[in-house]
């Protein structure tokens, strides 16, 4: 992607986190759920990037233009997860309280 893509870019609160742990999930099974809810955004979100910016797979290397488009659309992608999980942590803390 470029030296624009922010791949230590934090992706906020995830599900499992806002689940509360009393629910009888263990330490491991949250860590599981949570390694499956991040692989499943990545891919959505590979998904969704590629077939809004990448216009054909007729060049070698991808145009500025699709460069920042790509870069636009997973700040997007992940500035949503973050502000869902941020609800859904909410949600879990009232919840759990």
Excluded: W
């Amino acid at each position: 992607f470029g030296s624009s893509f922010e791949a230590s870019r934090p992706v906020g609160p995830s599900f499992a986190m806002a689940m509360n742990p009393a629910q009888g999930m263990s330490q491991g099974e949250m860590a599981v759920m949570e390694m499956k809810a991040i692989s499943d955004m990545t891919n959505k979100m590979s998904n969704v990037c590629y077939s809004r910016c990448i216009m054909g797979a007729y060049e070698k290397e991808i145009s500025p233009g699709e460069l920042s488009c790509v870069d636009r659309c997973v700040s997007k992608y992940t500035d949503a997860h973050a502000l869902v999980g941020a609800e859904l942590q909410k949600f879990g803390d009232v919840s759990g309280a």
